[in-house]
């Protein structure tokens, strides 16, 4: 059993990686890795049966992938009844500089999810899409599955796995869909000015920040007054984001706000506190193209945010320091 241990450790931020990003879940990614793990103890105990698997990665990714997509399927169900908008659960990293010991180190597992810029808006895309798409599109496109495999999982030919993904692709790649396509020093100009616009408390100067057609969208799960529909449209937007951080804001003089990564991508962490009294935290992520913001996620949800490191007020004050 130690050996079958070591042998699944070695693979469990990849498998880590391929479920956040099925799931969109940090909690659910690792439930269904865990479960990974006992379906492998449990087949794999008689070493007459270990000694059949001729590739260990494959068939714990083909195993995890099918946990995936019957979580997936019942995901869908769940979703519907969720109370307003729904995003992904963030995982937050600090940006480059900070130590070890100020609790944002990540362990092997997590630097597999966060080796490259998977970013919000992606994960919300793909919410959109049928279970099977998702499975199809990561599996193949993500991780590089051959669409052999991939129809394995899906219990399906080789032919209809190449037609999900390729729907997959067409739907994430939609007009519709908000653009990411800056790299981190953009990401890091235009995130400064959108919050020196927002400090002015100038509708004009925010504006310009802002992609004519962009979204807000905001989960509190329920627990904060939230827009249960997105807000489209820079001008809706830029008064839904005056109105909570302006010179004359809800929060204005109470935020603590610090620049981190958001599911790979610049982004802030904040917190402040409700008219009513009650402490809330945030995790705001973008998406930016050609210079301008073109998505806003506002997750305020408490039962998504409950791995976030406490802000320090006599550092992480607002506005956020760069």
Not at 48 to 53: F, G, K
Not at 65 to 70: G, K, N, T, Y
Not at 193 to 222: K, W, Y
Not at 269 to 287: K, N, W, Y
Request: charged content about 25%; proline content about 7%; overall charge negative.
């Amino acid at each position: 059993m130690r050996e079958l241990a070591t042998e699944f450790e070695a693979e469990r931020g990849r498998l880590l990686a391929v479920a956040h990003r099925m799931l969109g879940s940090r909690s659910e990614a690792e439930d269904a890795v865990q479960e990974t793990w006992l379906r492998y103890a449990g087949a794999l105990a008689d070493p007459a049966a270990r000694a059949e698997i001729r590739d260990l990665s494959a068939w714990l990714t083909t195993t995890c992938a099918r946990i995936c997509l019957d979580v997936l399927r019942s995901a869908r169900v769940r979703r519907e009844a969720y109370p307003g908008q729904w995003l992904p659960e963030p995982v937050v990293s600090p940006l480059g500089g900070r130590s070890p010991a100020d609790g944002y180190a990540p362990d092997p597992a997590e630097r597999a999810v966060r080796t490259d810029q998977v970013g919000t808006a992606l994960l919300v895309v793909l919410e959109r899409l049928a279970p099977e798409q998702r499975v199809a599109l990561v599996l193949h496109d993500v991780f590089a599955l051959p669409f052999a495999r991939v129809a394995g999982v899906l219990g399906t030919t080789e032919a209809a796995a190449r037609q999900l993904a390729s729907r997959a692709r067409r739907a994430v790649t939609s007009p519709d869909v908000p653009r990411h396509t800056a790299d981190p020093a953009e990401q890091r100009r235009v995130l400064k000015a959108f919050v020196a616009a927002t400090e002015s408390g100038e509708l004009d100067e925010l504006l310009q920040v802002l992609a004519p057609d962009v979204v807000f969208v905001g989960d509190s799960g329920g627990h904060f007054p939230a827009a249960r529909w997105p807000v489209l449209g820079a001008d809706s937007v830029a008064r839904l984001t005056l109105g909570l951080f302006g010179r004359t804001g809800r929060y204005v003089g109470r935020v603590l706000a610090r620049p981190v990564l958001v599911d790979g991508i610049l982004g802030l962490q904040l917190e402040t506190t409700h008219s009513d009294g009650r402490p809330i935290r945030l995790v705001t992520a973008f998406a930016v193209d050609q210079g301008r913001i073109t998505a806003i996620y506002n997750q305020l949800n408490p039962e998504k945010l409950t791995d976030l490191p406490p802000l320090d007020a006599d550092d992480d004050g607002w506005p956020p320091r760069w």
